[in-house]
């Protein structure tokens, strides 16, 4: 038996989140503030500033912060990379970090990081893997009366957790759910890849 790298997305996606929290952690230089953190305001002269839209999602305030998303990335990125490939996974975390990155910027006078966001998309994405076209899962319905309608309720507590964050993210993961039902060919890639491997 021999460990493989099964899900290289959400593998790549966890050590480099870990990876620039311990550099800053260690060299206290401000990494994640100068570049994986967008701010209430950006500049559009800046490029770093667009790319700070998307990069938000790898920067973490913390090892709890951190800890505390990869739960669940880790739990649920590798059957989403089955099932949609690995491609398609990484296009709706760039796609679910920019909507809430721009919608941050837009809306609140505040800063975001984290991957707060795409936690909140795997989860709703996650209650569409056995669906077919037409039909609309019962495990979706609860996931939304569970998940985001204590989102919003807690969205007006005042703490320093993004639930507006949670909410876009669980509402691209709808998104992707319903828009793009997964094939068992759209896995192949994965599966591929991940055979190679083994």
Aim: one cysteine or more; charged letters at 10%; hydrophobic letters at 50%.
């Amino acid at each position: 038996m021999r460990i493989t790298y099964n899900a290289p997305v959400t593998l790549t996606f966890a050590l480099l989140s870990a990876l620039v929290l311990l550099v800053d952690s260690v060299t206290g230089m401000g990494l994640t503030a100068g570049l994986f953190m967008v701010g209430p305001t950006m500049s559009l002269t800046d490029p770093l500033d667009y790319l700070r839209l998307v990069t938000h999602a790898v920067g973490h305030a913390g090892w709890g912060h951190l800890v505390s998303n990869f739960a669940f990335i880790l739990l649920l990125g590798p059957i989403l990379e089955e099932k949609y490939g690995s491609r398609a996974l990484l296009l709706m975390m760039i796609v679910t970090a920019l909507v809430t990155g721009v919608l941050n910027v837009l809306i609140f006078p505040t800063g975001l990081l984290g991957a707060s966001g795409i936690v909140f998309m795997m989860i709703l994405l996650s209650s569409f893997t056995n669906v077919r076209r037409g039909e609309i899962p019962l495990t979706f319905i609860l996931v939304v009366l569970l998940y985001l309608t204590r989102e919003l309720v807690t969205a007006f507590q005042g703490d320093s957790i993004s639930q507006f964050a949670h909410i876009a993210g669980g509402v691209c993961g709808s998104l992707f759910g319903f828009l793009r039902p997964a094939h068992p060919a759209d896995g192949l890639e994965y599966r591929s890849t991940h055979d190679r491997q083994a």
